[in-house]
């Protein structure tokens, strides 16, 4: 099983279609929760590299629900989106949902659990592809790299609301 650390996430890759991203948060999970699944929060620090924007965040939180996010990279112009549906909604400890980034990508299944002890939570993704290719090719956009910054802004984002 590689592993891998961006900041203060850890990456490893279970079997050969998934990816597994594991952070630990000053918050409770609820919070953590909140940050997950509401608008107003996502759009705010699921942006991966800096420079980009989510202009639409749709969320639609309920088993057989639709989300829909679309990013806008300031400087140049480009965009890019993603879609699913939420197969599992159990508030505040799991949630399942589908990911699709296009027509040329194959969907893929993304695990969240959020796991409390002692006002921390450990917030833990797993994604699994169809196919290793299908999991190479998404690591290889720099998802991870991605993935751990918007962990870092989520971070930054938790103490701002700890402290209003």
């Given at each position: 099983m590689a592993q891998a650390t961006s900041g203060r996430t850890t990456f490893t890759m279970?079997?050969?279609?998934?990816?597994?991203?594991?952070?630990?948060?000053?918050?409770?999970?609820?919070l953590i929760w909140r940050a997950h699944t509401e608008p107003e929060h996502v759009k705010n620090w699921m942006l991966g590299p800096d420079g980009w924007t989510m202009p639409v965040c749709e969320i639609d939180l309920r088993p057989g629900g639709r989300w829909h996010w679309r990013w806008r990279n300031?400087?140049?112009?480009?965009?890019?989106?993603?879609?699913?549906?939420?197969?599992?909604?159990?508030?505040?400890?799991?949630?399942?949902?589908?990911?699709?980034?296009?027509?040329?990508?194959?969907?893929?299944?993304?695990?969240?659990e959020f796991a409390e002890a002692n006002g921390k939570t450990t917030l833990t993704v797993t994604a699994e592809w169809p196919s290793k290719e299908a999991r190479d090719r998404a690591i290889a956009t720099g998802m991870n790299e991605g993935w751990g910054k918007s962990y870092d802004r989520l971070e930054e984002m938790l103490a701002q609301l700890r402290r209003d």
């Open positions: 279970p079997s050969d279609r998934t990816v597994r991203a594991v952070r630990e948060f000053d918050a409770p999970r609820d300031e400087k140049t112009g480009e965009e890019f989106g993603m879609t699913g549906d939420y197969r599992e909604v159990r508030r505040p400890e799991r949630l399942v949902n589908t990911e699709s980034w296009g027509d040329d990508w194959p969907e893929s299944v993304s695990t969240a």
